[in-house]
């Protein structure tokens, strides 16, 4: 049986409210590492549309484009895809889960507005805390550098 290795192609989803305050995720796998939801596509065919609003259920359970009388349901014309994308190196202690010699990969910045009040739904496996902060501080609080810079982007980004 072939190893499954992870595609060097993944989404940045930036969740945030009107008012400018972003939701940041605490690393189960690296406790004290803060970050907004990201994930790589499961499949080359998979649109980053797709893997953007995967991404965002799994790690948080907020739908996306889901029943409106859902309490953890957007509509879909709140995701909105920034145009931007960040090419930066994989770190080493994360290399393992790409095919050999694979060592960067490129990340697409979505934006992702919620009601300050939406239920948030931790996966255990994935994150250990949660905390809604105010889009520099969550920025200071990042340990990637392009999740921080995307976080500081937000007010170009925010429509009303």
């Not at 994308?85 to 994989?90: A, D, K, L, T």
């Not at 910045?109 to 805390?129: D, S, Y």
């Not at 889009?135 to 990637?144: T, V």
């Amino acid at each position: 049986m072939s190893a499954v290795y992870k595609i060097p192609e993944s989404v940045l989803v930036v969740i945030h409210t009107q008012a400018l305050d972003v939701l940041l995720l605490e690393r189960a796998d690296r406790p004290g590492f803060w970050q907004s939801v990201t994930g790589s596509k499961d499949a080359p065919e998979e649109s980053l549309w797709l893997t953007a609003v995967r991404e965002v259920q799994e790690e948080t359970g907020i739908r996306i484009g889901g029943e409106a009388t859902l309490p953890s349901a957007v509509p879909a014309d709140n995701l909105r895809d920034w145009q931007l994308s960040n090419v930066y190196e994989i770190y080493p202690v994360w290399r393992h889960r790409y095919a050999p010699g694979v060592t960067h990969n490129t990340e697409h910045v979505f934006g992702l507005r919620v009601p300050r009040t939406m239920p948030v739904t931790l996966a255990p496996r994935e994150h250990l805390n949660m905390v809604w902060l105010p889009y520099r501080e969550a920025a200071d609080r990042c340990f990637s550098a392009s999740n921080a810079e995307a976080i500081l982007q937000l007010p170009s980004f925010q429509t009303a």
